[in-house]
């Protein structure tokens, strides 16, 4: 059935384009339709073509007799006037704001904000007469988001946006709708600044929409006069005031592939939890650790360790208070929030490797096993994973503390293989504490972060590692060579700060 039987519509900007487009739906509808535009022989030429229910009539849109004569013909020719399609528009003055003449920024303005405003004036007279009437007027997504067309053309869609709703208010009461149509990237003349060029300059320019937008094909035309129909028709009589974007999403957000691969790659739900740490590798450092979590570290309590020596692991947790259960490596990191790997080189990557794939913040002992892992960043760069470096004078349960409570503010060191670079360091000749030959995990310092960082400098494996001469006088705190995923407890404060 005819969509628009027996309804009278004038569409500005009716020769080319959207609306050429809409003149051709509407008569194909039902409707009798004045085509109204300052291109005479495209004009004529489609009115001719479709026959006794098109006019053509030349109008200036910025000119008010000119717009009141194209309303006086329909109502003359048919008696009515159902649909006003304030819809004739160009591209307006280009350039910085500094840049733009007065003159133009008025000209722009008169064709898209003036021609649509005296459209509604001189239709409105004869809806109200009517009680009912719809009015379109074309917008665009540059009038309903920054940065998708000239800023003064912007500017202007923006006007007819807000003018179209402060009417709908207004006209309301007398059944009559008004709302603002708003094309996204349209295949037209205008939208690729093609006015009067070759047809083949415009397939060309055309052919580079269809990747502008989700929906992957070149917007038409008809997309917009189809929407237009709809609020020509009556099946729309209960919609006013709005600015209906047809777009194929192209000011929705964010192209799919342009988003942050971490939210395009599925990874479990997190919750932070802090109360939840678990350790990968339980030998005389991993019980260590333990053991300081057991005794408690505000807002992390251990809920999990992974040994190869199942037996042995439980044995190390004897005097513990709440012992955690004893899983595999796999299971590890599914059971907590962050993940402390004490583990030996051999399985350095298998409790990394499950703990970043599943997101969490992960804790390596080993400095140097994390660089001879480079991939490890990346992929916590796709999971959300955060990797924490406990670096120089600061290691695991310092880690451990520092995940739980946010800033870094005492140090527990604790050591069993103490690396070369420790020899000598400043605290430990001060206590006379030899570190030589150890056979289990000793506390070697215990006070604050600042006096950490003074008794113990790096040592040159650490700094080989990091890619850094040493530290320095002027660099008292330690920069790696980490990406934006891997946070370094600097002695100051901490990335898990909340
Ligand atoms: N094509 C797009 O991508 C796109 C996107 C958003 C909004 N729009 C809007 O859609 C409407 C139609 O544009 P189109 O893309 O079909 O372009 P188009 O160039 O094909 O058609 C515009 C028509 O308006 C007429 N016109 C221009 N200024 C006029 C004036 N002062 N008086 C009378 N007639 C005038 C032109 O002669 C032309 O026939 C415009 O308001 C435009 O701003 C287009």
């Known amino acids: 059935m005819a969509e628009l039987a027996g309804k009278v519509a ?110 509604m004036k001189h239709a409105v007279p004869i809806m109200k007469k009517q009680q009912s009437g719809s009015i379109i007027n074309t917008g665009s997504i540059a009038g309903v988001t920054a940065g998708r067309g000239p ?46 060029r070759s047809d083949q300059l415009i397939e060309k320019v055309h052919h580079t929409y269809a990747v502008r937008q989700p929906i992957p094909r070149t917007g038409m035309p008809d997309d917009i006069a189809q929407m237009a129909l709809f ?26 592939a342009d988003q942050k691969d971490v939210y395009k790659s599925y990874h479990p739900i997190k919750v932070y939890n802090p109360d939840a740490g678990s350790i990968g590798g339980f030998g005389a450092i991993g019980a260590t650790v333990a053991r300081g979590l057991d005794a408690g570290i505000p807002g992390l309590k251990l809920t ?6 199942h037996d042995g692991a439980r044995a190390r947790m004897a005097g513990m208070a709440t012992p955690p259960p004893v899983v595999s490596l796999a299971e590890l990191a599914g059971m ?68 739980a409570e946010g800033v870094i503010h005492s140090v527990h060191m604790v050591t ?18 030899n570190v030589e030959n150890l056979k289990t995990a000793k506390l070697v310092f215990q006070g604050t972060a600042r006096a950490a960082a003074r008794g113990f400098r790096p040592g040159p494996n650490h700094h080989r590692n990091l890619g850094r001469p040493g530290r320095q006088p002027q660099h008292p705190h330690h920069q790696g060579r980490f990406g934006c995923h891997s946070f370094r407890n600097d002695h100051r404060r901490h990335p898990l700060s909340r």
């Open 10 to 119: 004038v569409i500005t900007g009716g020769a080319s384009g959207i609306g050429e487009s809409a003149a051709r739906l509407f008569v194909a509808e039902g409707a009798k339709v004045v085509i109204a535009d300052m291109q005479r022989q495209r004009g004529e030429a489609l009115a001719a073509e479709l026959g006794a229910d098109a006019l053509f009539c030349q109008v200036e849109v910025r000119q008010e007799a000119e717009v009141k004569a194209v309303v006086d013909l329909a109502v003359e020719s048919w008696g009515r006037l159902d649909c006003m399609f304030n819809n004739a528009g160009f591209g307006g003055v280009l350039g910085p704001i500094e840049d733009v003449p007065a003159d133009e920024f008025d000209m722009t303005m008169d064709v898209l904000v003036r021609g649509v405003f005296l459209g």
């Open 151 to 196: 800023i003064i053309y912007s500017t202007a869609k923006a006007a007819v946006v807000h003018l179209s709703k402060v009417t709908a208010m207004e006209l309301g009461e007398h059944s009559i709708r008004v709302n603002a149509l708003c094309p996204g990237y349209i295949a037209t003349p205008l939208s690729a600044n093609t006015v009067g």
């Open 231 to 256: 609020l020509a028709s009556d099946r729309s009589s209960f919609v006013t005031g709005q600015a209906l974007v047809v777009d194929g999403g192209a000011a929705t957000g964010v192209m799919w």
């Open 304 to 309: 999990a360790a992974s040994a190869r020596d």
């Open 336 to 403: 907590a929030e962050v993940v402390v790997e004490c583990a030996p080189a051999a399985v350095f990557a298998e409790v990394a490797e499950a703990a970043i794939e599943a997101g969490r913040i992960f804790i390596p002992l080993s400095c140097g096993a994390l660089l001879r892992h480079p991939h490890l960043e990346g992929r916590a760069a796709a999971t959300g994973a955060r990797i924490i470096v406990p670096t120089g004078a600061l290691v695991g349960l310092d880690a451990v503390r520092a995940a």
């Open 416 to 433: 069993r293989k103490p690396p070369n670079g420790l020899a000598g360091a400043p605290h430990l000749v001060a206590n006379n504490i």
